[in-house]
């Protein structure tokens, strides 16, 4: 090990000057040079930019990745500088979980297909998102990780030195002022050898010493300050280049905007695509609850349900009123099982997969595996059937229902 101790002790004097120098200048006892108002408005923008984009990298990290574990994964392998294993986003969880659920449920029972098709779709939203996460942290995140790992590491490198020249400075000014004052002082008083023999002089006087001191101090000072407004120069051209720096991340902002409208266009299109198909498979198995599609006297207009507030598994209030010949509605008001009669086509046989107890007067209890008929009216929730067996009458859930043809 190539140990210099007299470079380690150059250097700790070094450190201890600049140590001195800088509490007196807290301590109000020494001058301090000033930066130039230009520079110190380079600085102060430099500071504010690097403290937003700190916020905005470490935000938006807990917004592509709420799990805190999965972040620090994924930090340590960033730093051991290997690659980040691929995850199974939430949304492929979820699919893959009503997948096998429908396998178990049955593919053929409305619950399981249904499943089946949900499932799917959430695959598809979960692929979406993935690569909505892949882009934006190529696009959006590395840029900005750059500029804090790479960039403002230069600058705050560079802005030591330039604070490091500075103390050199003002140490150069404070030892040329006392050695000035210590030369005044002397030519001011006699001098001692004067009144010696004249073998007994020395070299020089007291006068000449300090005259020298002052040459040596003010040479020292004059390379201080080429030094200083070397340093100076570097770190205001690092510092102007962040102006360069808002222009990148300006264009990655646009690019993260782009990849976040294209990744909710997805979802918003596979949701209006399952809609459909969950719609469309409702009204195969129930065609009657669509009696007002099917009934060419039938005139009404309903809301679709993306752009309306209207809750899940609740069918639209239309705007026009609806006639279907033998069934009486109301406009309002709860249904009445004791008046609602079995239309004349509709009706279709269901065998009960799960024993189901009535809740109300309005409901049929049911037993696993008997056969009942059951249909349904204008205006009566999807999820429920009118059921009939024998002269028992009452709603009946769909889930606990396998309909036969």
């Given at each position: 090990m190539?140990?210099?101790?007299?470079?380690?002790t150059?250097?700790?004097?070094?450190f201890?000057?600049?140590?001195?120098?800088?509490?007196e200048?807290?301590?109000g006892s020494?001058?301090?040079?000033?930066?130039?108002a230009?520079?110190?408005n380079?600085?102060a923008r430099a500071?504010c930019?690097?403290?937003?984009?700190?916020?905005?990298?470490?935000?938006t990290?807990?917004l592509?990745?709420?799990?805190p574990?999965a972040?620090?994964?994924?930090?340590f392998?960033e730093?051991?500088?290997?690659k980040?294993?691929?995850?199974?986003t939430?949304g492929?969880?979820?699919?893959?979980?009503m997948?096998?659920?429908?396998k178990?449920f049955?593919?053929g029972?409305?619950?399981g297909s249904?499943l089946i098709?949900?499932?799917e779709y959430q695959?598809?939203?979960g692929?979406?998102?993935?690569?909505?996460?892949?882009?934006?942290?190529?696009?959006?995140?590395?840029p900005l990780r750059?500029?804090?790992?790479?960039?403002?590491?230069t600058?705050?490198?560079?802005?030591?030195l330039?604070e490091?020249?500075?103390?050199?400075?003002?140490?150069c000014?404070?030892?040329v002022k006392k050695?000035k004052?210590a030369e005044?002082?002397?030519?001011?008083?006699?001098?001692?050898?004067?009144?010696?023999?004249?073998?007994?002089?020395l070299?020089?006087?007291?006068?000449a010493?300090w005259?020298?001191?002052?040459?040596?101090?003010?040479?020292e000072?004059?390379?201080?300050q080429?030094?200083f407004?070397?340093?100076?120069e570097?770190?205001r051209?690092?510092?102007?280049?962040?102006?360069?720096?808002h222009v990148n991340?300006?264009?990655?902002?646009h690019?993260?905007?782009e990849?976040q409208?294209?990744y909710?266009?997805?979802c918003?299109?596979?949701?209006?695509e399952?809609?459909?198909?969950?719609?469309?498979a409702?009204?195969d198995?129930?065609?009657?609850?669509?009696?007002?599609?099917a009934?060419p006297?039938t005139?009404?207009?309903?809301?679709?349900?993306?752009?309306?507030n209207i809750l899940p598994?609740?069918s639209?209030?239309c705007?026009?009123?609806?006639?279907?010949p033998?069934i009486?509605?109301?406009?309002?008001?709860p249904?009445?099982?004791?008046?609602?009669?079995?239309?004349?086509?509709?009706?279709?046989k269901?065998?009960?997969?799960y024993?189901?107890?009535?809740h109300?007067?309005?409901?049929?209890?049911?037993?696993a595996?008997?056969?009942?008929?059951v249909?349904?009216v204008?205006?009566?929730?999807?999820d429920?059937?009118v059921?009939?067996?024998?002269?028992?009458?009452?709603?009946?859930?769909?889930t606990y229902?396998e309909?036969l043809?």
């Amino acid at each position: 090990m190539d140990f210099n101790l007299k470079k380690l002790t150059s250097d700790a004097g070094v450190f201890f000057t600049r140590a001195v120098q800088f509490t007196e200048e807290k301590l109000g006892s020494a001058e301090k040079t000033e930066l130039d108002a230009h520079l110190e408005n380079l600085i102060a923008r430099a500071d504010c930019t690097k403290n937003w984009t700190e916020k905005i990298f470490r935000q938006t990290e807990v917004l592509l990745q709420p799990n805190p574990s999965a972040r620090i994964e994924e930090f340590f392998y960033e730093k051991l500088d290997k690659k980040i294993p691929s995850r199974t986003t939430n949304g492929e969880l979820l699919g893959q979980y009503m997948l096998d659920a429908a396998k178990d449920f049955g593919p053929g029972t409305p619950y399981g297909s249904t499943l089946i098709t949900v499932g799917e779709y959430q695959s598809r939203l979960g692929g979406a998102e993935r690569e909505f996460l892949q882009t934006s942290a190529i696009n959006f995140l590395t840029p900005l990780r750059n500029f804090l790992e790479g960039d403002w590491r230069t600058i705050s490198k560079e802005r030591r030195l330039l604070e490091n020249r500075r103390l050199d400075l003002d140490i150069c000014k404070a030892r040329v002022k006392k050695a000035k004052q210590a030369e005044a002082k002397a030519a001011a008083e006699p001098d001692f050898q004067e009144t010696r023999p004249r073998n007994y002089v020395l070299s020089a006087s007291a006068s000449a010493l300090w005259s020298e001191e002052v040459d040596k101090a003010e040479q020292e000072l004059r390379v201080a300050q080429t030094e200083f407004d070397r340093q100076a120069e570097v770190t205001r051209l690092l510092l102007e280049g962040i102006s360069s720096t808002h222009v990148n991340h300006l264009r990655c902002l646009h690019e993260f905007v782009e990849a976040q409208a294209t990744y909710y266009a997805q979802c918003h299109q596979y949701m209006q695509e399952l809609q459909k198909e969950l719609s469309s498979a409702n009204s195969d198995t129930y065609p009657n609850s669509f009696a007002s599609n099917a009934n060419p006297s039938t005139s009404a207009t309903c809301p679709s349900p993306v752009s309306s507030n209207i809750l899940p598994g609740v069918s639209p209030p239309c705007l026009a009123s609806t006639s279907t010949p033998g069934i009486a509605r109301e406009p309002s008001g709860p249904l009445k099982i004791q008046d609602v009669q079995q239309p004349s086509t509709g009706h279709r046989k269901a065998k009960v997969l799960y024993d189901y107890d009535a809740h109300d007067t309005s409901e049929l209890s049911l037993l696993a595996d008997e056969l009942i008929t059951v249909y349904t009216v204008p205006g009566m929730d999807p999820d429920w059937l009118v059921g009939e067996r024998g002269n028992q009458k009452g709603k009946v859930p769909v889930t606990y229902l396998e309909l036969l043809s």
